[in-house]
């Protein structure tokens, strides 16, 4: 189930909706196609050889044709409804995803700015970090105690570079 949801993800409604709009095209245009050329076989066979039961034959294929039909229009109204229960699986599951995100990362925020403001500086590397946290913080829903307390003060810190051993 996780893979098929992790696939869906790629996926935007949009998209699923198109599909879901296509097979009914194609649905009814398959049904229009069956109907005449039901009526164009009945009328060939009916000049060509004369035969009735070709005609209770070919009513007989037509019959079961829409029958089909009628079982795939079952179905599409059936992916219809799992598309919509998947998007709402999927929803909650960003959501509580982002609540995570949003707790972890705001806990390693806090822990950074402690080590930074500890230390009187920042390296390069851990403003790197820092940012890029922050950056995911924010996109997840995180308040704005990254942008009014947190970033500001690390951002004053002298940047110290490390020499690097030879």
């Not at 229960?85 to 509580?96: P, T």
């Not at 997840?140 to 570079?161: F, M, Q, T």
């Amino acid at each position: 189930m996780d893979t098929i949801l992790n696939s869906l993800k790629t996926y935007d409604l949009t998209t699923i909706l198109g599909v879901i709009f296509f097979l009914s095209t194609l649905i009814s245009c398959l049904s229009k196609l069956l109907t005449t050329l039901g009526g164009l076989l009945t009328k060939y066979y009916r000049k060509r050889k004369g035969l009735e039961d070709k005609d209770s034959i070919i009513q007989n294929t037509l019959k079961q044709h829409q029958t089909e039909i009628d079982m795939l229009r079952q179905y599409e109204a059936e992916t219809h409804t799992d598309v919509k229960e998947i998007k709402v699986l999927l929803e909650s599951h960003i959501d509580r995803d982002n609540e995570r995100t949003i707790s972890s990362f705001r806990s390693s925020l806090y822990r950074l700015h402690m080590d930074f403001t500890k230390q009187k500086y920042v390296t390069p590397e851990g403003l790197k970090t820092f940012k890029e946290i922050g950056k995911v913080y924010v996109e997840a829903g995180g308040d704005d105690i990254y942008h009014d307390k947190l970033e500001p003060e690390v951002l004053r810190l002298p940047i110290h570079y490390e020499e690097e051993p030879i």
